[in-house]
């Protein structure tokens, strides 16, 4: 299944982002779903993941500031909220379903004064 990646943007340190990741059909209750970050000419990083019973789990630079959570009315998509922002989140957010090979398009997320 390709996601579509939405909610990037341009924002200061300190501020919020919320990422979506959606995919009409899917069923994402019962998926194991992570984001991962790419930086130009770097490899793509795991930054959390999420799966069916709930749980989550985070990279150390996010733990505390970024929540994983499924959209549970619709079980249409899962959200990143991105709080106290900071520079080195900078970069392309893409979202996967576990042992996939498909990727999104991704949505760009920079932080900068």
């Known amino acids: 299944v390709k996601f579509v990646e939405s909610g990037g943007g341009l924002v200061r340190p300190g501020e919020s982002l919320r990422l979506s990741c959606a995919a009409p059909?899917?069923?994402?209750?019962?998926?194991?779903i992570s984001w991962y970050r790419q930086v130009p000419g770097q490899a793509r990083q795991w930054v959390a993941t999420?799966?069916?019973?709930?749980?989550?789990?985070y990279t150390d630079s996010v733990k505390g500031r970024f929540t994983l959570y499924r959209d549970v009315a619709s079980n249409a998509a899962v959200y990143l909220q991105m709080d106290n922002l900071k520079p080195e989140d900078t970069g392309v957010y893409y979202c996967?379903?576990?042992?996939?090979?498909?990727w999104g398009e991704g949505t760009l997320v920079t932080v900068s004064l």
């Open positions: 999420i799966v069916p019973g709930g749980d989550t789990r």
């Open positions: 059909g899917f069923a994402f209750s019962e998926a194991i």
């Open positions: 996967q379903e576990y042992d996939s090979t498909t």
